[in-house]
C-alpha cells in the first residue's frame, strides 16, 4: 500500500474549514466541544484514516508539521481567537453540504469520538510519535506528505 502516490488535492470533495465546521458541530451536537488545538489533531487523524480506508484525500489542504503537532494553518487561523478555549459553535448546515457515504461518514465520526476523549496534550504526544510528523518536522519543509500517512 506505501507505494501508492496521493497528489495534493487528489480525490478531494471538501475543504479542511469544511471538514473543520463538521468535526466541531459534531463535538458540540455530542455534548463534546473540542479546542482548536484538538481540532487540529483530529483532523489529522481523520486526513490519516480517510486516506488509508479510501485512497485518496478528504480534504486538500496541506498538513504542515508545526510544534505542538500537525496543523492546517488556515483553520488554526479561523479559529485561533479562541486561544484555549472549547469551540461552543454550530455550523447545522454544515451535515447538509458534506455529502458523505455511510461508510465514509461511520469512519470519520469513529475517529472523532475516538481521539475526541484525549486530552490536547495527550494528542499532541501521540501525533509527535508519528513518523510522518516527525520526519516532516525535521524537514526543511514541514509539509507532512500524504504518502508518509499511509499505513502498512
Request: hydrophobic share 40%; charged share 30%; proline share 4%.
Amino acid at each position: 500500500m506505501s507505494s501508492r502516490f496521493i497528489e495534493p488535492g487528489a480525490g478531494a470533495r471538501s475543504s479542511a474549514l469544511e471538514i473543520a465546521k463538521y468535526v466541531i458541530t459534531k463535538c458540540y451536537d455530542d455534548g463534546e466541544p473540542i479546542s482548536n488545538l484538538k481540532l487540529q489533531k483530529i483532523l489529522y487523524y481523520m486526513q490519516k484514516e480517510y486516506i488509508n480506508k479510501f485512497g485518496r484525500l478528504l480534504f486538500k489542504e496541506m498538513i504542515e508539521a508545526w510544534k505542538f503537532g500537525p496543523t492546517i494553518p488556515a483553520v488554526y487561523y479561523k479559529y485561533s481567537t479562541y486561544v484555549c478555549d472549547n469551540l461552543y459553535i454550530r455550523y447545522p448546515e454544515i451535515y447538509e453540504q458534506l455529502d458523505f457515504g455511510l461508510m465514509e461518514k461511520s469512519v470519520l465520526d469513529s475517529v472523532i469520538k475516538d481521539k475526541r476523549k484525549f486530552t490536547e496534550w495527550e494528542l499532541v504526544g501521540m501525533t509527535h510519535k508519528e513518523k510522518a510528523w516527525s520526519d516532516a518536522y525535521m524537514a526543511a519543509v514541514r509539509i507532512i506528505d500524504p504518502v508518509s500517512m499511509l499505513s502498512d
